[in-house]
């Protein structure tokens, strides 16, 4: 919305600042971040009267979560969605299609983390909306989105695979890119939803990812800065800059009230929705493998549930004490924040390597 004062760049200079990605990028994380600093309190309480008990917590999993995070109300992502959506509409260019595609994936996938934590609260139970209709409703939107982005981006192209550290090194999928992209979207929003499972051990390097993912956009989007780091040209995705920047302002607000011990979870309302946007925002930079080694951690946690349920239903073993991988952690002893903290350095570390791509070929 505020794209559009720097058309009157022209009469006044003063308004040629709000063509500029970079500034708008930073009004929308600092417009987020406000935003919700400025409404969480009231929605943790409104959420905290509606759900009495809070978020159900699993009787199978760590037993100190029985009495530490008994109570704690959940669809915290709601917060992190109202700020991000809010500050996205006022800074980002509408008429750009991406924003749209990935704002239309963010809710879509909201909505559906959003029912999967009324049904638990509403229950009493860790059991939400089965499984399996949830995956073909997610695999529909992120499908139905991928097909607007290979519509969007240059024909060709748009339907590649691009592999990292190697230059021009591209798998053109053809019409199996809508496979092959929805598969990512889902991936990556189940992947984080996986991971939320401690006090702020997912937000952090969501905001990570999303910060990478800022400078990726802005770089695949701009022709001057792909050609000569020899990246694939996408015009139009530098302006998901600016949705990122709100994810990372509404995930900093958020963790203002998820630091341990939280005052509300984000939920799957939360999680689903980021790890969509995420994988849809790769999607449409070409970048898609990167988010694999960027949000590594989410592979981890995710491979770590795959496992175990492989193991245990051919050999009837456990290869981790406890799924996801965090959990394990704890049960070897460590503490929450030593399991949050040390997460979050693998999280910066994977993001250093994922970005060394851009320049490494």
């Known amino acids: ?77 709601l917060m992190i969605l109202a700020g991000a959506v809010m500050s996205t509409l006022l800074w980002a260019n509408l008429e750009n299609g991406y924003v749209w595609v990935v704002l239309f994936v ?20 860790h059991a939400g909306f089965s499984g399996r209709q949830r995956l073909v409703l997610e695999f529909v939107i992120a499908a139905i989105a991928c097909y607007f982005i290979t519509r969007l981006g240059p024909a060709g192209a748009s339907t590649s695979l691009y592999f990292p550290f190697v230059k021009g090194l591209a798998l053109n999928l053809g019409w199996f890119f809508l496979l ?41 989007g701009s022709a001057n800065f792909a050609d000569y780091l020899l990246l694939n040209y996408v015009p139009g995705t530098a302006e998901l800059a600016v949705l990122c920047g709100a994810l990372i302002g509404a995930g900093v ?53 795959i496992v175990q349920v492989l193991s245990f239903k051919l050999t009837g073993k456990r290869v981790f004490k406890m799924a996801p991988i965090h959990h394990h952690f704890e049960m070897l002893g460590w503490t929450e924040s030593q399991v949050v903290i040390r997460f979050w350095i693998i999280s910066f570390v994977l993001a250093l390597i994922g970005l060394s791509s851009l320049k490494l070929r």
């Open 106 to 125: 963010t809710i879509s996938f909201g909505a559906i983390g959003f029912y999967d934590d009324y049904l638990k609260v509403k229950r009493m139970s």
């Open 253 to 305: 607000g958020f963790l203002w009230f998820n630091a341990p011990p939280a005052q509300i979870f984000m939920g799957d309302t939360g999680s689903l929705a980021l790890g969509g946007a995420l994988g849809t925002i790769a999607v449409a930079t070409k970048h898609e493998i990167v988010l694999a080694i960027i949000g590594g951690l989410f592979v981890l946690e995710a491979v770590s549930v």
């Open 1 to 77: 919305m505020l794209y559009f004062l720097g058309q009157l760049g022209g009469s006044l200079a003063a308004f040629n600042v709000f063509r500029y990605i970079t500034f708008r990028t930073a009004g929308a994380v600092v417009t987020a971040m406000f935003f919700v600093f400025m409404f969480g309190p009231g929605m943790i309480a409104g959420l905290r009267l509606r759900q009495g008990t809070g978020q159900p917590i699993r009787e199978d999993g760590p037993q100190g979560h029985l009495l530490t995070k008994k109570g704690t109300p959940t669809m915290g992502g």
């Open 180 to 220: 092959f992209g929805a598969f990512v979207v889902v991936a990556a929003g189940n992947s984080v939803n996986l991971t939320d499972g401690l006090d702020g051990l997912a937000i952090v390097p969501v905001m990570v990812a999303a910060g990478c993912f800022a400078l990726i956009a802005y770089l695949v």
